[in-house]
């Protein structure tokens, strides 16, 4: 044991206890708790650094320009430790956990350097020689290793003020083989998952932190920490198409070459809610504690739709982690659920161990890859921070989700139920009325269709323009078949024809213009007339019909019932019953045009018998 080792306030006995509760917490998340650590304390340049040329030699050291520790006995205290009961809940430590036991869950040993006007003050924290102690406590020692003289050497020579060395890893931050590609691999993992984390910091949403600048280094490689959306908020439909009409000095312009194909993979963009505030009644066990919570939910874009935007749109969003990291942390099928934000930063997201049920805390039963898309964000105030079961680590939460009217699910529910109305969505999937998730019947909801039904999933290359459509029929650059315009749309053709009141169809084909003839003989019809291409007699097409000097000539179209020229034809003649009186004012008559003759005779006999003449007809 070291020399100066010294002990510090703790109960050993729950010590480890303690310990045990922290042992699934994630390397990154443990970076990101040192991160926060340095936010707290104003630093403005945040460095990660993964250094080692050997597994063994590997170390992960964070550097600051925030407020150090004015002297030895400020640092001391920062390690100082206590358990204390609150209620059901221990609280753990003075001062930041971040430097202190959470660490220990991982790796060995945690040594922290700081400058001061002095010089370099150290304090390191060593799971073997606390065990061997039997007694929790720090020493000043700086241990053995060029790491140590790296970082006070870095301290000394640059703007940075403390150093926080994590070193002799328990748990392997990354499963692949020890190398310079593999580091370099993790290093860019490590940045992504910082993005993603402090993505509303980085973007300024939390005005009451302090916005720094982030990278992580990896054998001279500089990897600088972006603001990384994991919902896709920028690639709704609606905001799609007004980023194409922005002018282009606005950063988030859609640039002319691109907006066509950005403007054909709008209807495959994100589905989100409305952010929706909820008052949460945390229970008599809380105090009847109420704050708001605000809950968005959102299903972004599928992979194949993913991999159509230009790289120059993407800079700013993650849908999962590099491939090949060696870490599990940012696999597709951790990343589904929900996500928790306090304090400027995503506490946690999806698959966070066995409590949080696959990220989605026991709301869905079977957690499928096709559910992957769809995330919940929830904004929770730290007031809300023993109700949400939030972790000493704050890696972790674990909301009531007991069967009362507190359960935390239960009151958020309407707001994942919200009604989705977005009409620039493929097919009807913003129009059916639908709810964007409906625990209870998932798959009459936006999100189970959008995840589950393939007929919502088809991205066709389109032949007419080049770009990409559930439907090319709609392409705005294919030919209309009504109408052989560019730009309008077979099946909503808006070409008005000048003949009729009826959009949809050219001239040629005007429902008024006249069947017998040929266009454009007939345009529009004859104006209530009858056809001259239709017998007088017959009533049929090009027939030269008897003439009007005499009688004597027929028809010259063909009994469709014989095939005997003349119409009417006599193979159809019927005898026809004789008059009928009936009284002095009424006479009964029968008229057949298949007997033409006879109907004519019986005809006269009633104007006769109406004493009419044939003027009086006309």
């Known amino acids: 044991m070291a020399d100066s080792f010294k002990a510090g306030n703790v109960n050993w006995e729950r010590f ?37 040329r050997t597994r063994s030699d590997f170390h992960i050291v964070v550097y600051d320009d925030g407020v150090g520790f004015d002297n030895s006995k400020n640092l001391e205290m920062a390690f100082d430790l206590a358990v204390e009961n609150i209620g059901k809940q221990e609280k753990i430590g003075k001062f930041h956990i971040g430097m202190k036991l959470t660490p ?3 790796c060995q040993t945690v040594s922290v350097f700081s400058k001061t006007k002095d010089g370099i003050i150290h304090r390191s924290i060593d799971k073997k020689e606390i065990q061997n102690a039997k007694q929790y406590g720090t020493t000043s020692d700086i241990r053995s290793g060029s790491i140590y003289k790296t970082a006070k050497k870095k301290l000394l020579d640059s703007e940075f003020t403390t150093a926080v060395i994590l070193s002799n890893f328990d748990t392997e931050p990354f499963s692949l083989s020890y190398n310079e590609k593999s580091v370099k691999k993790y290093a860019s993992h490590l940045k992504q998952f910082l993005g993603l984390v402090y993505e509303p910091l980085l973007l300024g949403y939390a005005p009451e932190r302090k916005v720094p600048d982030i990278e992580v280094v990896a054998f001279g490689n500089e990897y600088e920490v972006l603001a990384l959306d994991p919902f896709w908020k920028e690639f709704t439909p609606r905001k799609l198409m007004q980023r194409i009409d922005l002018p282009s000095n606005y950063s988030s312009a859609i640039l002319e ?8 993979l709008a209807e495959f963009g994100t589905i989100r809610t409305v952010e929706t505030p909820v008052v949460i009644n945390a229970g008599p066990e809380f105090g009847n504690k109420q704050d708001v919570v605000k809950v968005s939910a959102f299903a972004y874009p599928l992979r194949t739709v993913r991999s159509k935007f230009p790289n120059r749109y993407k800079k700013n969003v993650i849908g999962t982690g590099p491939s090949g990291s060696g870490s599990l942390t940012l696999n597709a099928d951790r990343m589904g659920g929900f996500y928790f934000y306090r304090n400027g930063r995503c506490v946690c997201f999806g698959d966070t161990g066995v409590k949080s049920s696959g990220g989605w805390y026991g709301l869905k039963s079977s957690i499928a890859g096709i559910w992957a898309r769809v995330r919940f964000e929830i904004v929770f105030p730290s007031s809300l921070d023993k109700y949400m079961g939030l972790s ?4 972790k939460v674990n909301p009531r989700k007991d069967a009362t009217d507190f359960n935390f699910f239960d009151q958020i529910k309407p707001a994942l139920m919200q009604i989705i109305n977005e009409p620039l969505l493929r097919s009807d999937l913003g129009t059916n009325g639908l709810p964007f998730y409906n625990p209870d019947d998932e798959g009459n909801s936006v999100s189970g269709k959008d995840a589950t039904k393939e007929k919502y999933k088809k991205i066709n290359s389109c032949p007419h323009c080049g770009n990409y459509h559930l439907n090319i029929d709609l392409c705005l650059e294919k030919i209309c078949e009504n109408c052989g315009i560019l730009k309008c749309r077979s099946g909503d053709c808006k070409y008005q024809c ?16 006249c069947k017998y003839c040929v266009y454009p003989n007939g345009a529009g019809g004859h104006d209530g007339e009858i056809c001259p291409l239709l017998c007088d007699s017959c009533g049929q097409v090009n027939c030269d019909g008897p003439c009007n000097d005499c009688n004597n000539c027929n028809c010259e179209c063909l009994c469709p019932d014989c095939g005997k020229k003349g119409l009417p034809c006599s193979c159809k003649n019927k005898v026809l019953s004789e008059p009928i009186k009936s009284g002095e004012d009424v006479l009964l008559i029968e008229v057949d045009k298949r007997s033409r003759d006879a109907s004519i005779a019986n005809i006269k006999q009633a104007m006769d018998f109406l004493g009419l003449q044939i003027e009086d007809l006309e």
């Not at 509760?21 to 650094?49: K, R």
């Not at 070459?257 to 054909?264: G, L």
């Open 257 to 264: 070459e691109d907006k066509e194909r950005i403007r054909s």
């Open 104 to 106: 220990l869950s991982n």
């Open 392 to 395: 000493p680590t704050k890696d």
């Open 498 to 513: 000048t003949q009729c009141d009826v959009p949809g169809h050219l001239e040629k084909d005007c429902p008024k213009n």
């Open 16 to 52: 480890f206890d303690v310990v045990v509760g922290l042992i699934d917490t994630t390397t990154e998340a443990i970076v990101a708790e040192i991160v926060d650590n340095s936010i707290d304390h104003l630093a403005d340049n945040i460095q990660v650094e993964l250094t080692g």
